[in-house]
């Protein structure tokens, strides 16, 4: 085989790969990709049920109520603008606390947000980026004390 | 006084990076030899600084030196000694410094190990490694110096993160970097190579141990994160394709590939372009890795801009290392004449479509990472890409590359019998059909999974074949066989290890992700729950304390059948200092599955939130990159990765080794 028909075949090979991985990634995109929203951006919208959709903010001081079966916790997150319910049932990441950040993914529910999963942050400084812009947006962002 | 000696040292050696990132280039150029020669004594000169400079910071911490803002921020004199050593590198700062360390060791090794190298090529190497010091050291002095102190100094520290307060936490970082910055080595070889416009078999016979030692800390450093995940988030996971894992993955897949095609270009001196370009695609996912974590750009986007020096020098940064590297071999690259020729398939072949198949999943996992950066800066929208895209994407390109690696290494040079090759897989079909067959009859499904273990098992069957095959086993006497296995080269050694890691590893992962069973319920003391044929009850709840913490521990009794299996204890630690929880779940492996217990919140009316797991395959994840990383560092230790080691013994290794097999 010549060396250019060789180099031909590779680059064929090559954007063959390309080409699968391109519509891999679409189709892997168009089922998956989550939508994040404040408190405040998901006053303004409908939300189906079958959506799967982020959201993220503070827990709410003092919103935090556990249910008799000590699984299902309800608490409200808040862009400290607007506030949106949720609630849970499963055991809560270790530094989920009150005031603190947090993302939520699940469906909107009838005003009720059904969360499937909780998401805390990971580290003191750890604020979950969404978090603060959704924060900064509804101009409560308090600063540097987060990041250090 | 300690910490400013500490800091002028690392001036010293930003002053003497700036002479070895310079002299000897001018000096190889010119063909100066007393030029290049200054590169060995710099490179040894700035190992002794950065290294007092290390010291010098990790006094602090141990002494608690609380005067050092770094010091302060992280660490806590009520922490045990061992984690005040770790919470050096815990943080930003105190993990550059560490980087450009290990930067500096590798430079030693270089200029110690690198005797026989061409001096102009030497010295090339040396001055590259320098210059990414002297970027580095910049970055520390200029945005993230670990000395600046604080006045007045505070009475105590604020401590370091609990989660890293781990035996396994405290190890990920290092042996992380020593991969990352590993790959830098291969990267200044091939930049001095592309300014040298020549790639011959010795260039990548030095590429390539450097690049398997790398690649071996990578994955044990990737694995150590990903089982303290598993075991110290509570959450019976091991791998969340979180945008910081994947930081660390896409050097690997890098390096993997790296490690793969610079066999080609070491055997049959072909390939070298792309072998150049893997080289420097690795080290920029490295660098970018390192910074995207360490900076908290991906994690959060605001110390990003509450720092906007720091980010503006990370992204100048990354420009020029990434930029002028690639600019470079852009110009260059078409200069390097590729030797061998081969059919398509063949040894060589097979090597490209794996280089193929592993950057293309790179490219997956890059975009599935930066899509949210990227979108978020476009439009605003905020998106998160979770596991799901992942699973449907990235795990479908390796698929291919799983089963043709069982072929791989049973093909010829130049031209390969494709029918001979299907024959000696022999043994991998059956192996393959008898799992297939097997997993319907005893699990039913998910398909996915059994498609996932028929795959591992074809992949185990295939290493064995190869192996069978190089020894001769039952055609020739068994003593002969033994004594080809004890001249085999280790590097051979090493791949049939590193790839039955993999059949390993893969099963382990499919196992995990399908056939997990969980269980989140609340528990009273005395309360049992059934969980995949064992009946856990909760015995206890006491609490007692840690040396910086308070512990609530659940005891659990398991039973299978009546019959006592275990006592397990899954613990709850509060850290005094930051009011922060950490679980530490009990796990016990049988080895082919583990039971898992850990415990959540107390509920209101009493009792307490209880997860219990029964995860099948899981210790093979570890198990399987164990002996992946065993094989990296048998192969690393093949005599024959050492340049000018005695022609002799060369000689009779390969005369010992089937020509059609060469590792």
Redesign the interface.
């Known amino acids: ?1 010549k ?1 250019k028909h ?1 180099r031909l ?2 680059v064929g ?2 954007m063959a ?2 080409g ?2 391109a519509a ?2 679409l ?3 168009d ?7 404040s408190p405040t951006e998901m006053q303004a919208r409908e939300f189906s049920p079958d959506q799967r959709l ?1 959201i993220g903010g503070l827990v709410e001081e003092g919103s935090v109520v ?1 249910d ?4 299902t916790v309800r608490f409200n997150i808040t862009d400290t603008a607007n506030v949106v319910a949720v609630t849970y049932s ?6 989920f606390d009150e005031g603190q950040g947090v993302v939520a ?1 699940g469906h909107m529910l009838g005003g009720t947000f059904e969360a499937a999963e909780i998401l805390a942050k ?9 978090v ?2 959704a924060l900064k947006e509804s101009g409560q962002w308090q600063g ?1 004390e ?3 | 006084m300690i910490a400013e000696i500490g800091h002028f040292a690392l001036i010293l050696a930003l002053a003497l990076a700036v002479v070895q990132g310079t002299l000897p280039l001018i000096g190889a150029w010119r063909r100066n030899d007393s030029w290049m020669a200054v590169s060995r004594p710099t490179v040894a000169g700035q190992f002794v600084f950065v290294s007092l400079s290390l010291g010098c910071l990790m006094y602090a911490y141990v002494a608690s030196d609380f005067s050092l803002a770094n010091v302060a921020a992280n660490s806590h004199s009520d922490k045990p000694l061992p984690y005040k050593f770790s919470g050096l590198w815990g943080n930003h700062e105190g993990s550059m410094l560490l980087w450009v360390w290990i930067l500096a060791l590798y430079g030693v090794a270089i200029a110690g190990l690198g005797g026989n190298l061409p001096p102009p090529l030497r010295a090339r190497v040396l001055a590259i490694q320098g210059l990414v010091g002297v970027g580095f050291i910049v970055f520390l002095l200029a945005t993230s110096n670990p000395f600046l102190r604080l006045d007045p100094a505070p009475l105590n520290g604020n401590g370091l993160n609990p989660l890293l307060q781990d035996p396994g936490l405290a190890f990920h970082p290092p042996l992380l970097y020593f991969g990352y910055v590993g790959l830098s080595v291969a990267f200044s070889f091939a930049v001095a190579a592309l300014i040298e416009g020549k790639v011959d078999p010795a260039w990548a016979r030095w590429v390539r141990p450097w690049s398997l030692l790398s690649w071996s800390a990578l994955t044990a450093g990737i694995v150590l994160g990903s089982w303290w995940a598993y075991y110290e988030l509570g959450w019976g996971g091991f791998w969340f394709w979180d945008p910081v894992e994947n930081a660390s993955f896409m050097p690997w897949l890098m390096a993997t590939a790296l490690l793969h095609s610079a066999i080609v270009a070491e055997k049959r001196d072909a390939l070298k372009n792309w072998t150049v370009l893997l080289a420097i695609l690795g080290f920029s996912l490295s660098l970018m890795g390192t910074f995207l974590v360490r900076s908290g750009m991906l994690t959060s986007v605001h110390s990003f801009a509450a720092d906007p020096e720091r980010g503006v020098f990370i992204l100048g940064f990354l420009v020029v290392v990434i930029g002028g590297s690639l600019t470079l071999y852009a110009w260059r690259a078409p200069s390097l004449r590729s030797g061998g020729r081969f059919r398509p398939v063949s040894r060589e072949g097979a090597l490209v479509v794996n280089n193929l198949l592993l950057v293309t999943g790179c490219a997956t996992v890059f975009i599935g990472t930066l899509y949210p950066l990227i979108l978020d800066a476009i439009s605003g929208d905020k998106v998160s890409v979770g596991p799901p895209f992942f699973e449907s994407s990235f795990v479908w390109i390796m698929a291919p590359l799983f089963i043709l690696t069982a072929a791989g290494p049973l093909l010829a040079w130049k031209r390969a019998d494709l029918a001979g090759v299907m024959q000696r897989l022999a043994l991998a079909f059956v192996a393959a059909a008898a799992a297939a067959i097997l997993l319907v009859a005893l699990r039913g499904g998910p398909w996915g999974a059994i498609l996932g273990l028929t795959i591992a098992a074809w992949l185990i069957g295939g290493v064995a074949a190869e192996f069978i095959e190089r020894l001769r086993l039952f055609r020739v006497p068994l003593g002969d066989s033994l004594r080809r296995a004890l001249v085999l080269p280790r590097s051979a050694w090493g791949m049939s290890l590193a790839h039955a890691g993999v059949a390993i590893l893969i099963a382990g992962t499919v196992g995990a992700t399908n056939w997990q069973t969980e269980r989140v319920q609340v528990m009273q003391v005395g309360e049992s729950a059934e969980v995949a044929g064992y009946d856990f009850t909760l015995v206890s709840l006491g609490e007692s304390q840690g040396p910086n913490y308070n512990i609530l521990r659940g005891e659990f009794r398991v039973q299978q059948d009546g019959e006592l299996i275990d006592t397990l204890h899954a613990d709850k630690r509060k850290y005094w200092v930051q009011g922060m929880d950490t679980s530490e779940a009990a796990i016990r492996t049988s080895w082919i599955a583990d039971i898992y217990v850990a415990i959540g919140d107390p509920a209101p009316a009493g009792g307490i939130a209880v997860r219990i797991y029964y995860n099948p395959l899981v210790p093979w994840i570890w198990i399987g990159a164990l002996v992946m990383v065993l094989g990296g560092l048998v192969s690393f230790s093949d005599r024959r990765h050492r340049v000018g080691a005695p022609s002799r013994a060369r000689r009779k290794i390969q005369a010992a080794r089937p020509a059609e097999n060469e590792a």
């Open positions: 085989m060396r060789r075949l590779f090979l090559g790969a390309l699968i991985a891999l990634i189709l892997a995109f089922d998956n990709l989550v939508f994040f929203f982020r556990r008799g079966d000590g699984l499963g055991v809560l990441p270790d530094l993914e990971h580290d003191e400084n750890y604020m979950p980026r969404e603060a812009d540097d987060a990041d250090k």
